[in-house]
């Protein structure tokens, strides 16, 4: 397992990053760029021009490059970092997530409210359980992690609901596909930079298995 909760796949492209110096995934990893003006750049979608720098999907990590200017390091030169970078990149992959869960939405690929989601679990469609941050314990509970699935309790409940249109979402549910990957692998990141790791605390319900 690595920094970002991503498991490791031999098959995937791998990067360093660049203050663990370890390789891993890229799945795992965040990539940089050193823009015109000598600012990095965050490069959440991996299409921007320039040498990449990694560096792993992980709080700690992100502001210990910071402290110890291991960007200049890196691009052998000057460069100019924001203070608050964790925070930039928290942001910035939070939209991410919730850009996806609505495209998912629109696609019909997305559910929200606790009996589509539940009946999405019991048909065994679903492959993401989403859950608000804030959202009652004890009504969460009584849902379940989608066998070979994830759980994700990252986002709040206005941002769930920002996905899926509406003002609040406590419990969101997305179909296998395409979408339903792409939502895990930001989301796992957005887990390691908001300091969780992997899909957080587990969902339990009915007796299934969580893991």
Known sequence: MTRGGQSKMTDEPERRC????????????????????????????????????????????????????????????????????????????????????????????????????????????????????DGSERGKGKLWTPEGGRWFGLLNASELGLAFGRESVIHGALAAGGLATRVIDEATRLAGVRGETGGGKQATGKGKTTR
């Open 18 to 133: 660049i203050v663990t110096r370890e390789a891993q995934p890229r799945s795992g990893l965040i990539r940089f760029v050193v823009g015109p003006d000598g600012q990095i750049v965050p490069d959440l979608g991996e299409k921007l021009p320039g040498r990449g720098i990694w560096l792993a999907a992980d709080r700690a990590v992100i502001n210990e490059a910071v402290a110890k200017k291991a960007f200049a390091k890196a691009a052998r030169r000057d460069v100019i970092v924001p203070d608050d970078l964790a925070d930039l990149l928290e942001a910035g992959l939070a939209a991410r997530v919730v850009n996806l869960v609505s495209m998912a939405r629109k696609a019909g690929q997305a559910v929200a409210g606790f009996e589509k989601v539940k009946a999405m679990l019991a048909a065994g469609r679903a492959k993401v359980l989403l859950q608000a941050s």
